[in-house]
Protein backbone atom coordinates (compact mmCIF):
# COMPACT_ATOMS: atom_id res chain seq x y z
CA UNK A 1 0.00 0.00 0.00
CA UNK A 2 3.02 1.87 0.57
CA UNK A 3 6.67 2.42 -0.26
CA UNK A 4 7.41 1.47 3.47
CA UNK A 5 5.04 -0.36 5.34
CA UNK A 6 2.08 -2.61 4.17
CA UNK A 7 -0.54 -0.57 5.69
CA UNK A 8 -3.54 -2.78 4.81
CA UNK A 9 -4.94 -2.54 8.51
CA UNK A 10 -4.08 0.07 11.03
CA UNK A 11 -2.54 -0.67 14.17
CA UNK A 12 -5.02 -2.39 16.70
CA UNK A 13 -4.16 -0.61 19.72
CA UNK A 14 -3.13 2.78 20.62
CA UNK A 15 -1.45 4.46 23.11
CA UNK A 16 -4.16 7.31 23.67
CA UNK A 17 -2.30 10.74 24.24
CA UNK A 18 -1.26 11.70 27.23
CA UNK A 19 -2.28 8.53 29.09
CA UNK A 20 -2.63 7.40 32.77
CA UNK A 21 0.62 7.15 35.11
CA UNK A 22 2.84 4.89 34.22
CA UNK A 23 5.78 2.88 36.23
CA UNK A 24 8.69 4.24 35.71
CA UNK A 25 10.81 4.04 32.31
CA UNK A 26 13.08 0.71 32.28
CA UNK A 27 16.29 2.93 30.75
CA UNK A 28 15.92 6.32 32.47
CA UNK A 29 19.68 7.12 31.07
CA UNK A 30 18.60 6.31 27.43
CA UNK A 31 15.20 8.59 28.32
CA UNK A 32 17.86 11.57 29.84
CA UNK A 33 19.54 11.24 26.47
CA UNK A 34 17.09 11.60 23.95
CA UNK A 35 15.31 14.41 26.01
CA UNK A 36 18.34 16.47 26.52
CA UNK A 37 19.55 15.99 22.85
CA UNK A 38 16.15 17.35 21.57
CA UNK A 39 16.70 20.37 24.57
CA UNK A 40 20.02 21.06 22.80
CA UNK A 41 18.64 21.10 18.92
CA UNK A 42 15.47 22.78 19.50
CA UNK A 43 16.61 26.50 19.57
CA UNK A 44 18.77 25.65 16.35
CA UNK A 45 15.35 23.95 14.70
CA UNK A 46 13.20 27.22 15.69
CA UNK A 47 15.93 29.30 14.34
CA UNK A 48 16.35 26.95 10.95
CA UNK A 49 12.63 27.04 10.62
CA UNK A 50 12.21 30.85 10.13
CA UNK A 51 15.79 31.13 8.48
CA UNK A 52 17.27 33.13 11.14
CA UNK A 53 21.00 31.43 10.88
CA UNK A 54 24.04 31.78 9.04
CA UNK A 55 25.17 29.26 6.42
CA UNK A 56 27.70 28.44 9.29
CA UNK A 57 25.09 28.16 11.98
CA UNK A 58 23.26 25.83 9.28
CA UNK A 59 26.13 23.74 8.57
CA UNK A 60 26.29 23.26 12.54
CA UNK A 61 22.97 22.42 12.67
CA UNK A 62 22.59 19.64 10.58
CA UNK A 63 26.12 18.50 11.83
CA UNK A 64 23.97 18.27 15.41
CA UNK A 65 20.81 16.35 13.51
CA UNK A 66 23.79 14.56 11.74
CA UNK A 67 25.12 13.81 15.27
CA UNK A 68 21.44 12.80 16.64
CA UNK A 69 20.78 10.48 14.02
CA UNK A 70 23.72 8.72 14.71
CA UNK A 71 22.77 8.41 18.44
CA UNK A 72 19.32 7.22 17.45
CA UNK A 73 20.26 4.51 15.10
CA UNK A 74 22.36 2.98 18.06
CA UNK A 75 19.46 3.07 20.84
CA UNK A 76 17.12 1.66 17.63
CA UNK A 77 19.68 -1.23 17.05
CA UNK A 78 20.41 -1.59 20.76
CA UNK A 79 16.44 -1.48 21.98
CA UNK A 80 14.14 -1.17 18.99
CA UNK A 81 12.13 1.86 18.87
CA UNK A 82 12.65 3.59 22.50
CA UNK A 83 8.70 3.19 23.91
CA UNK A 84 7.13 4.57 26.75
CA UNK A 85 8.08 1.45 28.80
CA UNK A 86 11.12 1.40 27.62
CA UNK A 87 11.59 5.44 28.50
CA UNK A 88 8.77 7.85 29.30
CA UNK A 89 6.07 9.49 27.26
CA UNK A 90 9.23 11.99 27.52
CA UNK A 91 11.71 9.88 26.14
CA UNK A 92 9.68 8.38 23.15
CA UNK A 93 8.53 11.44 21.96
CA UNK A 94 11.97 12.88 22.08
CA UNK A 95 12.97 9.80 19.63
CA UNK A 96 10.28 10.56 17.63
CA UNK A 97 11.52 14.04 17.41
CA UNK A 98 14.95 13.43 16.51
CA UNK A 99 13.93 10.83 13.91
CA UNK A 100 11.40 13.69 12.08
CA UNK A 101 14.72 15.77 11.87
CA UNK A 102 16.79 13.05 10.66
CA UNK A 103 16.10 13.90 7.29
CA UNK A 104 19.53 13.77 5.98
CA UNK A 105 19.89 10.12 7.12
CA UNK A 106 16.58 8.56 5.27
CA UNK A 107 17.95 5.03 6.50
CA UNK A 108 17.54 5.88 10.10
CA UNK A 109 14.22 7.58 9.42
CA UNK A 110 12.77 5.22 8.20
CA UNK A 111 13.91 2.53 10.52
CA UNK A 112 12.99 4.24 12.92
CA UNK A 113 9.33 4.68 11.03
CA UNK A 114 8.75 0.53 10.79
CA UNK A 115 10.35 0.43 14.38
CA UNK A 116 7.81 2.66 15.72
CA UNK A 117 4.83 0.96 13.85
CA UNK A 118 5.37 -2.24 15.62
CA UNK A 119 5.49 -0.43 19.36
CA UNK A 120 2.16 1.56 17.98
CA UNK A 121 1.20 -1.93 17.57
CA UNK A 122 1.83 -3.11 21.21
CA UNK A 123 0.32 0.29 22.29
CA UNK A 124 3.78 1.04 23.77
CA UNK A 125 3.80 4.44 21.40
CA UNK A 126 1.63 7.27 19.68
CA UNK A 127 -0.25 6.54 16.91
CA UNK A 128 -0.66 9.84 15.88
CA UNK A 129 3.28 10.90 16.11
CA UNK A 130 4.04 7.47 14.13
CA UNK A 131 1.82 9.22 11.07
CA UNK A 132 4.02 12.23 11.00
CA UNK A 133 6.87 10.10 10.54
CA UNK A 134 5.74 8.05 8.57
CA UNK A 135 4.27 11.10 6.27
CA UNK A 136 7.42 12.06 6.50
CA UNK A 137 9.51 9.59 5.23
CA UNK A 138 7.09 8.84 2.43
CA UNK A 139 7.63 12.50 1.52
CA UNK A 140 11.64 12.19 1.66
CA UNK A 141 11.14 8.62 -0.60
CA UNK A 142 9.53 10.66 -3.43
CA UNK A 143 6.10 9.21 -2.11
CA UNK A 144 2.74 10.72 -1.65
CA UNK A 145 2.29 10.81 2.19
CA UNK A 146 -0.35 9.16 3.67
CA UNK A 147 -2.01 11.04 6.30
CA UNK A 148 -1.63 14.14 5.33
CA UNK A 149 0.48 15.66 8.08
CA UNK A 150 3.31 17.53 6.34
CA UNK A 151 2.85 20.79 4.70
CA UNK A 152 4.76 23.61 2.81
CA UNK A 153 4.41 27.32 2.67
CA UNK A 154 2.16 28.59 -0.66
CA UNK A 155 0.71 31.75 -1.58
CA UNK A 156 -1.82 31.66 0.83
CA UNK A 157 0.11 30.15 3.79
CA UNK A 158 0.88 26.66 4.75
CA UNK A 159 -0.69 23.93 2.27
CA UNK A 160 -0.81 20.17 2.52
CA UNK A 161 1.96 18.25 0.56
CA UNK A 162 0.89 16.31 -2.12
CA UNK A 163 -1.68 12.84 -0.28
CA UNK A 164 -2.04 9.49 -1.77
CA UNK A 165 -5.89 8.99 -2.54
CA UNK A 166 -7.00 12.16 -1.11
CA UNK A 167 -10.76 11.18 -0.95
CA UNK A 168 -10.12 8.74 1.95
CA UNK A 169 -7.89 10.75 3.64
CA UNK A 170 -10.28 11.73 6.76
CA UNK A 171 -11.02 8.11 7.12
CA UNK A 172 -7.07 7.08 7.60
CA UNK A 173 -6.73 10.24 9.94
CA UNK A 174 -9.12 9.32 11.94
CA UNK A 175 -8.14 5.72 12.43
CA UNK A 176 -4.19 7.40 13.75
CA UNK A 177 -6.87 9.41 15.63
CA UNK A 178 -6.21 12.65 13.88
CA UNK A 179 -8.61 15.36 13.26
CA UNK A 180 -10.36 16.02 9.76
CA UNK A 181 -7.66 17.44 7.77
CA UNK A 182 -9.16 20.49 6.81
CA UNK A 183 -10.07 21.49 10.06
CA UNK A 184 -6.12 20.25 11.26
CA UNK A 185 -5.28 22.86 8.39
CA UNK A 186 -7.42 25.71 9.52
CA UNK A 187 -6.02 25.55 12.98
CA UNK A 188 -2.19 25.07 11.81
CA UNK A 189 -3.02 28.21 9.88
CA UNK A 190 -4.23 30.03 12.93
CA UNK A 191 -1.36 28.74 14.85
CA UNK A 192 1.14 29.64 12.75
CA UNK A 193 -0.01 32.80 11.76
CA UNK A 194 1.73 35.23 13.83
CA UNK A 195 5.04 33.84 13.59
CA UNK A 196 4.92 31.05 10.36
CA UNK A 197 8.00 29.24 9.42
CA UNK A 198 9.94 28.23 6.62
CA UNK A 199 10.35 24.91 6.81
CA UNK A 200 9.92 21.52 8.08
CA UNK A 201 6.18 22.21 8.86
CA UNK A 202 4.80 19.16 10.36
CA UNK A 203 1.11 19.02 12.07
CA UNK A 204 1.43 19.58 15.83
CA UNK A 205 5.43 18.30 16.27
Do not use: K
Not at 176 to 181: C, M, Q, T
Amino acid sequence: MTALLDLGRPPAARLPEGSAVLPPPQRPDVQRELVARVDAARPTWARLAHMQLSEQEIGRGRHVDHANANVLRRILGEHGWPDVPLVGHDGSTAAFRLALHADTQPDVQRSAARLMYTAVQRSAASFQQWARLHDRCLLNSGVPQLFGTQYRLGPDGPERQPVRDPGSLDARRADAGLPPAEEALHAFRLRLAADPPTINLTESQ
